[in-house]
């Protein structure tokens, strides 16, 4: 046994195929009479795009997909980047693929694959189109010599030091009255400009990523579902209502809004310190982050790639820019709203914003098919045909320049959910493996980590389908 089939002995004896993904086809005709047409349709094409893929019971990896509990991991938890996935699920794949050679995440959000390799003591290379994104990897994973926890405690004790500034500061963005307390914006704005005006570039970025994680915190708004929410809009028995501003405001945070920020702000610092001074680990290898389009990373570095771990997008509309916004603007990433449409032009066509007028040349039956099977008139947007395919052209794109980068026997893990669209299901998983078949890859396994929930709307209508609404790893090999 060569050892990388050991390896797989190892790491998937503990997981029984999936009886849960094979159900449906066992009792396809049983059910296919009781069903709508759309949904024995759908069942028709997922049973011959499935047959010959494996499916494995992955629910031990069931609270590693999601970021749960990211906010208790030391470094991860820094910024607190509800997309992300826990260290221990890539750290898992790292030693039991026994991955030595180099490491790659194309989609690299606040750097967990990165963070995981570099601690395993890999060299890593990850990418990210949201320049947040970018700078909270880059801080997580920077080398911090003893000199530099010296200066970062001692900017900590300065901060204690300042005091209110009698000065008008401007947020550059029209929403700011609204998302924010006038007198806790004043504060954050002060704060940011003492913060760029810190000379020691580690120091400064350090800071500058604290800053940028209270700021939910202390706003009137929590990233929620789709997007950000107002906190002072609650939900009753009877609808929403909304407190009114002001009142809420006062109830909520306390008389003095200065000290309230400066404290949440120390405290974040003091958790960064902590970490610094004993959890930091090894950090002898220092991955190379970039800001850009992951279909274009072969532009960015050329080395091969052993293991490519990554969470990509969903094909399910959520906008990663509009759950940054605040930040993004707060933060000066962006200046002006052109800038911010092409931002969220810029990424993975995933959503309707992200819609670039990019032809789209790959083609699948399978998808067709599916797509063939939407109602119009209960799509809440027109263009979603178009997302769903350009999905599958970008993940196209990416996956045909990972095999050329890949090693011989190399691997890539893919994290990723399926979702649903008018009722009809679009199984992210099987047709990526599909594609990755197309391509060259093996499909070693498909994980189901977990099955999703969906609108309540569509929940009914997908009742006999709901098995295929999951949360999946596939794993392939070159
Ligand atoms: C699911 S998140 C990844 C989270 C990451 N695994 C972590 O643990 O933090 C997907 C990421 O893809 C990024 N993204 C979207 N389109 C992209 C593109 N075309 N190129 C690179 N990154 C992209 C988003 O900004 C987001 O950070």
Redesign the pocket.
Known sequence: MGHTELAYKILFDEFEVASVVAEPTLNYNLFVAELENSQAEQLKIFNKLERSLQFYNGESFRNQVHFQFANQTPVQRWFS?R???SLKLVDAFIKELRIKGNAF?????????LLASRMANLNSFG????PI?VLVAKVENEQYTSEDIIQIEEELRKLTDIEKSKDNFQAIFDLAGKVFNQEILQALLQFRQHITAIQHEKTKMALFVAWLSIIEDVSNIKKEGNGIKYKNRKRTPNGYINIEKEKWENDKFPDNKFSFVKTKLSNRLEMILSDLQFDYGNCDKKPSIFKG???EFDKFFSDEIELTF????YCNCFD?FEIHKIELWLGEFISNKEEFRKLRN???RSNTNSLNHKPITYKNEYLENLISLFEPQKLWNNNIPNVVRGYFDDMYTLLNKLYRQTTKNGYIGIVVGNSAYSGIIIPTDSLIATIAREIGFKVKNIFVTRHLTTSSQQKQELEYLKNYLRESIVLLEK
């Open positions: 980047y997309e992300g996935y995440d194309p989609f690299s959000g606040s750097g967990t694959t990418i990210d189109v949201n994104s389009n992951c279909l990554f969470s990509p997008p990663y810029s990424g993975f």
